[in-house]
């Protein structure tokens, strides 16, 4: 008998009836279930789920769902006898006094219909893990995608009415009216940047793009230590180049304006080691993930991102760089593999609802009419996908000083002209920003002016 009670499936046929009843009794307890997600696959009983279809139709039709109205609808749709019978129908109101705890009711019934969702997905994992043609990776990030999904569908309704969206927005509106302060996304520590973005956004994908050596790793760490140290959003930094020590190096020197070959070479004067260690004490207790890991699948990537985002309420991703990605079909055109890797990261931040800015390489094509040509969408290497994909475009672009003029002595003092261009954004527009790359710092710093 407890072998048999073990295989039913997580339920409970009181609390379903409790949940129906206070449906019927009050017409206002509607409005909770629908705001709870209710759906008529929540409940285990088919008797209860025709019940509860009926209860949603009526309300949608304006009309009130009391035991009269359903019997009369189920009746007439020839679904009474499905549903128990005009008996039963009657007898879930005498299961509950009140409506008044409505919620726990639907609580209760969320969280079965959660268990038997999760033993189904259960199932299927194991099914898979039998089949001898899925690599094992593959299974995994099934799983871990199945799982993310169950736990999704809990948290947003699949549509909503304007009605529904415009009130939140006007008040955003509102705060920015009265407050002038029009960031609403991550800060990056640019100011211009964050004018023509209003910061970056829970779901974008982002990518700065860059030919080798221009500072696009700089970059993206100089917006990660502002967002961590300055703000204190945690953040991740997934290194596919760098060491991590490499990468603390880089943020010790930039941090404490450090030149960084002294301080790697021990030349550093009692002054920086000053700031060095002053700096560690920020630095230490940042909210600042390094995943370290070369040659990094896209499914490992994936998980260790879900991970962090869960474990560690990581806000925004940067990935260093895209092109050394391992996917995980290696036969593909390579093209065809960044145009996956990249719908997956798109894919993945809105999953998680939070920004994902990836480092990307630019091909050649900038340096065929001359050093000073600026790149273009056109200029991502390997896939167009890319610019479809991404939300929003940043290109690194260097522009050499006229040797021996005024120009190139003060670039040398005060760092590398560099332009910052915004080749496209979805809800925003497009320009360029003037910065001035520090590279004994690997740090850059804007240049006040306007373009």
Do not use: W
């Not at 204190?232 to 190096?249: G, K, V």
Request: aromatic residues 6%; hydrophobic residues 35%.
């Amino acid at each position: 008998m407890a072998k048999l009670r073990e295989n039913i499936p997580p339920h409970d046929d009181e609390l379903e009836r409790a949940a129906l009843g206070s449906l019927l009794a009050d017409d206002q307890a509607i409005d909770a279930a629908r705001q709870n997600h209710l759906k008529q696959g929540d409940f285990y009983s088919r008797a209860h789920q025709k019940i509860f279809e009926t209860i949603c139709t009526l309300d949608d039709n304006n009309l009130t769902p009391d035991i009269q109205t359903v019997i009369q609808n189920l009746k007439q749709n020839g679904k009474l006898d499905e549903a128990g019978g005009a008996a039963y129908v009657s007898s879930l109101t005498s299961v509950v006094p009140s409506s008044a705890n409505i919620e726990y009711y639907i609580q209760s019934v969320l969280g079965h219909s959660l268990r038997r969702s999760l033993l189904r997905v259960a199932s299927e994992i194991g099914v898979a893990a039998y089949d001898e043609s899925l690599e094992s990776h593959e299974i995994l990030d099934k799983a871990e995608e199945s799982v993310y999904k169950l736990r999704d569908e809990r948290q947003a309704f699949p549509y909503k009415k304007l009605s529904e969206v415009l009130l939140p927005t006007f008040e955003k509106i509102e705060e920015v009216y009265k407050t002038k302060k029009a960031l609403t996304g991550i800060p990056t520590g640019f100011d211009r940047l964050d004018e023509m973005t209003t910061g970056f956004q829970p779901a974008d994908f982002i990518i700065i793009g860059a030919r080798p050596s221009v500072g696009k790793t700089a970059l993206a760490l100089n917006m990660a230590a502002h967002i961590a140290f300055r703000n204190n959003i945690p953040i991740a930094f997934f290194s596919l180049e760098m060491t991590d020590r490499s990468l603390a190096e880089r943020l010790i020197s930039s941090t404490a304006q450090v030149d960084g070959n002294k301080m790697r070479s021990g030349y550093t004067t009692s002054d920086d080691f000053r700031r060095i260690r002053d700096t560690m004490g920020v630095l230490y207790n940042a909210p600042f993930y390094i995943v370290e890991i070369p040659n990094k699948e896209l499914h490992e990537l994936r998980s260790q991102a879900r991970k962090l985002r869960s474990k560690e309420g990581v806000q925004i991703i940067f990935i260093d760089y895209i092109g050394l990605i391992v996917h995980e079909n290696s036969k593909l055109p390579r093209h065809e593999q960044i145009g996956e890797i990249s719908r997956s990261l798109k894919g993945l931040a809105r999953e998680l609802d939070i920004p994902i800015v990836a480092l990307c390489q630019l091909n050649r094509d900038t340096e065929k009419t001359g050093h000073g040509q600026q790149p273009t969408l056109a200029n991502l290497r390997d896939s167009g996908s890319i610019e479809q994909d991404a939300d929003l475009v940043m290109f690194l672009h260097r522009k050499p000083p006229k040797k021996g003029g005024e120009e190139e002595q003060a670039a040398n003092i005060e760092g590398i002209p560099t332009e910052l261009i915004i080749a496209k954004q979805r809800n925003g527009p497009v320009g360029f920003i003037d910065l001035m790359l520090q590279a004994k710092y690997t740090r850059f710093v804007p240049v006040e002016k306007d373009r």
